[in-house]
């Protein structure tokens, strides 16, 4: 039997007063890729967030488990460092931090060790050259002055090199050209293994072309309505959310 | 966010009107303490009438009527701060325990610490730079402090002492030129340029050079220089008031770049005065970064006097819990075709309050100038205050001038994604004001980049002052 990673049971949050989940149950297993779609609002990215409980949104009821503990109230950074990752539909920018010592930086609070520069280093190009990325990035300020597909390749680029247990892809793919979401695909592709777990949120199936999807959750006003296999996906591509509409 | 600046406290000239004048002069300051400090110095005559020529001056001059309140500074009992030590017990023992705590954390050398605290004997440097100071005797350089320079160069002293900064300038530097004590002394010879950073790291260490200090650099046509002063260690002094002096001449065809991480112990109000005389296609560089002291009114200028001259300042200022630093920059174009460029930065925390004040003047006599300023400031959260206070007077048309103030505050939203990559929230907002920081501290040398650093983390943890 596969083993679980991620446990939300009975999941409720609100954000500003309002309400955005209403009762959403998840199992994630290790080794698994699972993808949520919805219409707009519908409460995919709120999903996410409250995954890696962000301080925005508020749980009024339900429980994360992750890996065997009770995360539903644990600090974001704990979360990140028991190996929870989210790739965001918009990256913030940090002046003045390169990437390179960002991710040195994050990698040794990550594992809790010092990182050992030259095989970073190394490890970092090899990836970026996967990624197709430009390899003067490495040295450029955190995001800064970056194209909405070199911030989106550079969420990938992290997640290659944390290397947590689960990625969670917020809408990674939206605003990319077919090639640059072929390589975030190609990715996710490198990160997955037995071990681990995908998380992708989208709205559209390109990204899903190259990938074995386990499961497809359908979110309908902070609610899964439905859940099926890759096959439910192309459905909802043809046919819209209409059909799980109220 | 914008914060208006509070109203200035005007209690201490209130005060005055009432004050019983009499009393005030035979508390403050008199010829014959400044006969006391020339005789211990051991000055010549011509300085010892330069300070009771001084001293006619301060006692003439007004309390500046503008910038932070000042009023704490009790100027009847002036004589008290600039008097020899005779009454000050220098121990160990009297340094706070949050700036003993502060040197370890910044990994200072035992025998640093104590002179950093003004309490230790002279820590011998002369040791570490001997090599390189038969170098740079050979052709011809002068690195001394100012004392000496005083007695062993004379000529050079008379032409340059307080010229730049004239006696008449304010009050802070008529006390100055009446009470200064310690210092550096540079002499780069025409021509020569002087590879290696001059540090004067290990300088300030005689217990009373902290407070009244002078420095004097000149570099001649055609020469070079890089001097750094200070330290990030925080300067204790018992006495609470620090008003030095610097004065830059850059001569034609020359290029100085002047240095300073200044760190106050949190009882000092810093108010030092610095100006660079600038010739001939000469280049003046600053870069300043202002931790420390309870209020700091620091404001380096570059006079522009001749043509082709060229200014860059890069500050940064950090005011935590109760400090208000009024910190900027002035520069004057006097000649054609000059140009200045400011990159001033600030960070608040805790209620601190910083203010950039700056002067950019272009004379009518100053065409083709360019002069382009950029401060910005960055609060950490709700009770800092951030101001930016401009004068800028242009006087010919024939130039290029920008003035770009940002005023921000760490978003919540950019927190989140740093915590969501396993940084604590601590760790996360040292980042970005590290990041925020760095083009101050890229322009540092490495050593003094990673205090700067390492100092930056101290502030944001709180654990000084």
Known sequence: ?246 | MKTQVEEINRNIYDFKNDDNYEYKIKKGLTPEIIEEISKQKGDPDWMREFRLKALEVYNKLEMPTWGPDISELNMDEIATYVKPKTTLSNSWEDVPEDIKSTFDKLGIPEAEKTSLAGVGAQYDSEVVYHSMKEDLIKQGVIYTDMETAVRDYPDIVKKHFMKCVPVSDHKFAALHGAVWSGGSFVYVPKGVKVDIPLQSYFRLNSPESGQFEHTLIIVEEGASLHFIEGCSAPKYNKVNLHAGCVELYVKDNAYLRYSTIENWSKNMLNLNTKKAIVGKNAKMDWVSGSFGSKISMLYPMSILNGEGSRTEFTGISFAGGGQNLDNGFKVVHNAPNTSSVVNAKSISKNGGKCTYRSLVKISSNAPHSKSSVSCESLMLDDMSISDTIPTNDIETDDVEFSHEAKIGKISDKTIFYLMSRGLSEEDAKAMIVRGFAYPISKELPVEYAVEMNRLINLELEGAIG
């Open chain 1, 1 to 246: 039997m596969k083993q679980n990673l991620l446990n939300i049971t009975n999941l409720h949050v609100t954000a500003g007063g309002k309400d955005i989940l209403n009762g959403i149950d998840l199992k994630i297993n290790k080794g698994e890729i699972h993808v949520i779609m919805g219409p707009n609002g519908s409460g995919k990215t709120t999903t996410a967030n409250a995954i890696l409980n962000n301080p925005m949104y508020e749980k009024t009821e339900g429980s994360i488990i992750f890996d065997g503990e009770d995360i539903t109230s644990s600090k974001t950074d704990e979360i990140a460092r028991k190996g929870v990752f989210m790739s965001f539909q918009l990256p913030e920018e940090i002046p003045g931090i390169t990437v390179t010592n960002f991710l040195k930086y994050a990698k040794s609070k990550q594992t809790n060790e010092p990182v050992k520069i030259f095989s970073f280093k190394n490890e970092l190009k090899k990836y970026m050259e996967e990624l197709n990325m430009n390899p003067n990035n490495m040295e450029r300020s955190l995001n800064v002055g970056f194209s909405g597909g070199e911030k989106k390749k550079n969420e990938i680029l992290q997640m290659l090199v944390l290397n947590p247990k689960l990625a969670i892809l917020d809408e990674t793919d939206s605003g990319l050209d077919v090639d640059a979401i072929n390589t975030v695909s190609k990715g996710i592709q490198m990160f997955k293994n037995e071990n681990n777990a995908v998380l992708i949120i989208t709205h559209n199936t390109k990204i899903l072309k190259n990938l074995t999807v386990d499961y497809v959750h359908i979110l309908v006003d902070g609610k899964i309505v439905k859940t099926g296999s890759q096959e439910l996906a192309k459905e909802i591509e043809e046919n819209g959310y209409s059909k799980y509409k109220n």
